[in-house]
């Protein structure tokens, strides 16, 4: 069956230490993988997105994302959060080909102490 | 960018009564609507898609006669959730996407509460 696995539930971090988001997928055939954020009270927002090319993609707010196709991985890292990046982060994943229908993870809340 | 909105952000409503929620693409046309559901500490889960002028496709275990959904325009879809009880009590998202179907744009959610 298809599904998104992110690791952490919640993610406390001081600011300017670098952030890694674990994100594993299983899906047949072809994905496109996406990062969104929700800010607090803020709806959803497309951090960045994989389609193909360059396995290694930014987005952005200083994010990116590497996709391991060996390990299933679409982790998200930021090399230092600001206060400001407090937020549920979600990762997602759908059929190649076209966005189609976005199968997310149970997200990732990050607080980060100013 | 995209602009979807949603109307409204939250709502109250009593046991046994219908809501409507209103989902608008602001400055594109949306092709395709997304309906989703999330409850609280957990992920976002796809209740329909819906294309413009066609019948919504429902996830499996979402029942089409509770929630409806009208894709009538392709600026605008509707989600009605008719007898809502208190365990329909959640966070309904809508998302929008273009002919290419490459992103999908995302409103701000609406709070239903069912009391």
């Known amino acids: 069956a298809q599904s998104v696995s992110q690791h952490n539930h919640h993610v406390i971090l001081s600011e300017a230490a670098s952030l890694e988001l674990g994100c594993n997928y299983s899906y047949g055939g072809t994905v496109n993988l996406f990062w969104y954020v929700q800010y607090p009270g803020q709806h959803l927002q497309l951090l960045l997105k994989y389609f193909s090319g360059d396995p290694l993609v930014k987005g952005i707010k200083g994010f990116e994302a590497e996709f391991i196709k060996s390990k299933f991985s679409f982790n998200l890292r930021k090399p230092s959060v600001q206060w400001s990046d407090t937020a549920e982060y979600f990762c997602a994943a759908a059929g190649g080909g076209s966005q189609g229908n976005l199968i997310f993870g149970k997200g990732t809340k990050l607080s980060v102490k100013p | ?115």
């Open chain 2, 1 to 115: 960018g995209a602009v979807v909105s949603q109307h409204p952000s939250r709502v109250i409503c009593k046991s046994g009564t219908s809501v409507k929620i209103e989902c608008r693409s602001l400055d594109f046309q949306a092709t395709t609507m997304f309906w989703y559901r999330q409850f609280p500490k957990q992920s976002l889960m796809l209740m329909a898609t819906s294309n413009e002028g066609s019948k919504a496709t429902y996830e499996q275990g979402v029942e089409k006669d509770k929630f409806l959904i009208n894709h009538a325009s392709l600026t605008l879809s509707t989600l009605t959730v008719t007898s809502a009880h208190p365990e329909d009590s959640s966070f309904y998202i809508c998302s929008a996407s273009d002919r290419s179907r490459l992103e999908q744009y995302f409103g701000p959610g609406t709070r239903l509460t069912v009391t």
